[in-house]
């Protein structure tokens, strides 16, 4: 079992920036690529950024260029830097850990950028 717990979400002004972290627990040795998603309110879960286990990233093209995704394996843990924050950014950020077959959900941390 993997268990991921999430931190460093809060209320930002527009154009500040926040740094989100996910803690994994368990048995980590199992997780390949881990990612960052969103879910504002009306709106499916959408793809903020991946980082696989080598280090590659992709991103959704809205965050390109702001956020940027990083990972220590030492630590277990993977951060979110985001900077230039939008109020369009607003939205609960979850951490996902996948594996071979299955996939993991963290609690999700409240992301607000006032205008």
């Known amino acids: 079992q993997v268990q991921l717990v999430e931190s460093g979400g809060g209320l930002v002004q527009s154009g500040g920036s926040l740094r989100l972290s996910c803690a994994a627990s368990?048995?980590?040795?199992?997780?390949?690529?881990m990612g960052w998603y969103r879910q504002a309110p009306g709106n499916q879960r959408e793809l903020v950024a991946r980082?696989?286990?080598?280090?590659?990233?992709n991103y959704t093209d809205s965050v390109k260029g702001r956020f940027a995704i990083s990972r220590d394996n030492a630590k277990n843990t993977v951060y979110l830097q985001m900077n230039g924050l939008k109020p369009e950014d607003s939205a609960v950020y979850y951490c996902?850990?996948?594996?071979?077959?299955?996939?993991?959900w963290g609690q999700g941390t409240q992301v607000t950028v006032s205008s």
């Open positions: 980082i696989t286990k080598g280090g590659m990233t």
């Open positions: 368990g048995s980590i040795n199992s997780i390949n690529t």
């Open positions: 996902k850990a996948e594996r071979t077959f299955t996939w993991v």
